[in-house]
């Protein structure tokens, strides 16, 4: 159980520096010449969306992998 909650934290710590990599990122984007379709408010909130799931994936990592191990036949 105290893996769990090393996780949660790690992955608490770790969404804000993936939203901030994730805007750095557009804004590299679109300073090469991409089109923005979105303002950096918009770019923070996709990046705290996609530091959440991955947080959440991250925290509950072991548990997916035995069901699919699972479902897989092993």
């Keep these: 159980m105290k893996y769990y909650i090393r996780r949660a934290v790690v992955g608490a710590v770790a969404t804000p520096l993936v939203a901030g990599a994730y805007v750095i990122g557009y804004a590299v984007l679109v300073g090469l010449g991409a089109e923005p379709t979105t303002d950096v408010a918009g770019a923070w909130d996709n990046g705290i969306f996609i530091g959440v799931t991955l947080a959440i994936a991250f925290?509950?990592?072991?548990?997916?992998?035995?069901?699919?191990?699972?479902?897989?036949?092993?």
């Design 59 to 74: 925290t509950f990592l072991p548990q997916s992998v035995k069901i699919a191990r699972k479902l897989g036949g092993e």
